[in-house]
């Protein structure tokens, strides 16, 4: 039972952070868009659209038209190779960064609103 809830506030967790995300002024971004964009971010590069369609399991141009999005909105950018001219790299962006701080912030807001509100719920099972 502690599982389920622990999943269920997961969940609230993740909800409460992709509502905020499309509330705020900001890039909204698709659930594909915003995988890719956390795969840059958070894991070791270099990244290629081969390497980033491998690993999230999708199709190239999945990936290509992502990452069209995320170029558009300065979250991420293509650099063709200098060691293999035939593959292009993804990198980081300053607004990519701004962006994953402030999606760092929503979450933890997130968090913390989902703590207040388990500890009471469980207070009143108790009494």
Known sequence: MANQANSDQLVGI???TVVALVRRDGPD???RQLGVFLTVYLTD???TVRGLAA???VSKPAITRALDRLGE???ARRKVDPMDRRSV???RT???ASFLRDMRSI???AEQTARETVVPEEARKAG
């Open 14 to 16: 993740l909800r409460d």
């Open 55 to 57: 690993e999230l399991n």
């Open 73 to 75: 909105l300065d979250l």
């Open 89 to 91: 790299l993804v990198q």
């Open 107 to 109: 979450m933890t807001a």
């Open 94 to 96: 300053l607004k990519g």
């Open 45 to 47: 590069g270099p990244h």
């Open 29 to 31: 971004l698709s659930a």
